[in-house]
């Protein structure tokens, strides 16, 4: 067990999650969308917070087998359910913005940004912060200067209103 699970692993990976992830919702609320800074933040805080306590239930498991070798072969880990769980039930929370109205559809990139932001905590509550880091960043990268390269409006067709095309 090379990961010590105290306040500090806590509150750095919680605030690196508010930092990165509060970048995408300040994004989102910048454009006004359904889902801003706030929800984009306590979604990816709670899937930090999960994530810290999957590590910490792993952990637990480890010592219980180290304490208890007899034991070894009645102890199932497996960590990825709660990672699991996480992904679907923030894939529904996402079906939630997306919007069909008049055969368009609306809130693709929102939804997707909630699930991404999911990931990032997820990422950042298990301590791999680089790779947080650059997830993070990349998701950035691709919500401001690709959509800007590009004048890729996900949302947005000619015939469309300005003000009912939202992504």
């Known amino acids: 067990m090379d990961k010590t699970i105290d306040l500090f692993y806590i509150l750095e990976s919680i605030g690196l999650t508010i930092v990165f992830v509060g970048l995408i919702g300040f994004e989102r609320q910048r454009k006004?969308?359904?889902?801003?800074?706030?929800?984009?933040?306590?979604?990816?805080?709670?899937?930090?917070?999960?994530?810290?306590?999957?590590e910490i239930m792993m952990q637990d498991s480890i010592a219980f087998v180290i304490e208890h070798p007899e034991l070894a072969g009645n102890i199932v880990?497996?960590?990825?359910?709660?990672?699991?769980?996480v992904?679907?039930?923030?894939?529904?929370?996402?079906?939630?913005?997306i919007i069909k109205t008049?055969?368009?559809?609306?809130?693709?990139?929102?939804?997707s940004t909630l699930w991404i932001s999911a990931i990032i905590g997820i990422i950042f509550?298990?301590?791999?912060?680089?790779?947080?880091?650059?997830?993070?960043?990349?998701?950035?990268?691709?919500?401001?200067?690709?959509?800007h390269i590009f004048g890729h409006h996900d949302d947005h067709h000619p015939e469309?209103?300005?003000?009912?095309?939202t992504d």
């Open 32 to 54: 006004n969308k359904v889902a801003g800074m706030t929800t984009h933040l306590l979604v990816a805080i709670g899937a930090a917070g999960l994530a810290i306590v999957q």
């Open 77 to 85: 880990v497996e960590r990825q359910r709660i990672i699991a769980q």
């Open 87 to 97: 992904v679907a039930g923030v894939g529904f929370l996402g079906t939630g913005a």
């Open 102 to 111: 008049k055969g368009y559809i609306s809130g693709l990139t929102t939804a």
């Open 125 to 147: 509550g298990i301590g791999e912060f680089t790779l947080a880091i650059v997830v993070s960043v990349s998701a950035l990268v691709v919500l401001t200067v690709i959509k």
């Open 160 to 165: 469309q209103p300005e003000d009912e095309a």
